[in-house]
Structure formats: structure tokens, C-alpha cells
């Protein structure tokens, strides 16, 4: 399983970034797939997780109280990517991101907890100044 990130930067406070991840080597679409973020000296956290989609729902996202009503996941399925539309960054978004995808097809969808993500990329840096 190959799982790589794109699209890190450095942005001013207030500005956007958009993150992209793709995923090959397993059938995506049985997936939940997650972002995560570390900052120097801080433990890893979750920001975003997307469950796969059902037969009749196109699945669900959730998101850490930090980043809501500022990011926005989307997942392609059709492409195997999970894209992470950042705007409003604040310099405390400051971090590198991950992506990761779970161990187990159909798992939880949990971003409180990276055990359950067995397939992870080598991250992007994103960095905001103030």
C-alpha cells in the first residue's frame, strides 16, 4: 500500500491551503482514510477522517473541534484520493500532515486515536505565519 501526500506550504494567517493525499494498493473504496497532524513537540493529532461510502450514503466526515468551519475533506473514490481544503489557517495549524488509511476495511471512523490506521504517508509540512 502506498499512501502520499501533496500540496504543503508555507501561508500567511488567513490564507488557504488545499492538501491532497492518494492511496494504491488497496481497493480505496472499503476504506476509511484520515488526516493527521504533528507539531514539533506536541503529540500526533487527529484533524479529519472520512469513512468509506455505503451502498446508499456517500460515507461521513469528522473533524477535531480545532478545524471545524475552517477545513473541509472530500474524498474521490473514482480517483483514490482524500483531498483537505484548509482555510482560515491559523499559525497553531502550523504542523506536518499525514495521511493515513485504516487496517481494516468498514473499521470505526476515529480521528480521537492513529492505532486503528496502519497504512501512513511521510507527510507534508504546512506552515502558517503570523
Known amino acids: 500500500v502506498q499512501v502520499v501526500e501533496s500540496g504543503g506550504g508555507l501561508v500567511q494567517a488567513g490564507g488557504s491551503l488545499r492538501l491532497s493525499c492518494t492511496v494504491s494498493g488497496l481497493k480505496f473504496d472499503r476504506y476509511p482514510v484520515a488526516w493527521f497532524r504533528q507539531a514539533p513537540g506536541k503529540e500526533r493529532e487527529g484533524v479529519s477522517c472520512a469513512s468509506e461510502p455505503g451502498l446508499t450514503d456517500p460515507g461521513r466526515l469528522y473533524y477535531a473541534d480545532s478545524v471545524k468551519g475552517r477545513f473541509a475533506a472530500s474524498r474521490d473514490d473514482a480517483k483514490n484520493t482524500l483531498d483537505l481544503q484548509m482555510n482560515r489557517l491559523k499559525p497553531e495549524d502550523t504542523a506536518m500532515y499525514y495521511c493515513?488509511?485504516?487496517?481494516?476495511?468498514?473499521?470505526?471512523?476515529?480521528?480521537?486515536?492513529?492505532?486503528?490506521?496502519?497504512?501512513w504517508g511521510q507527510g507534508t509540512q504546512v506552515t502558517v505565519s503570523s
Open positions: 493515513a488509511v485504516a487496517r481494516d476495511p468498514s473499521q470505526y471512523c476515529s480521528i480521537s486515536e492513529s492505532g486503528p490506521f496502519a497504512y
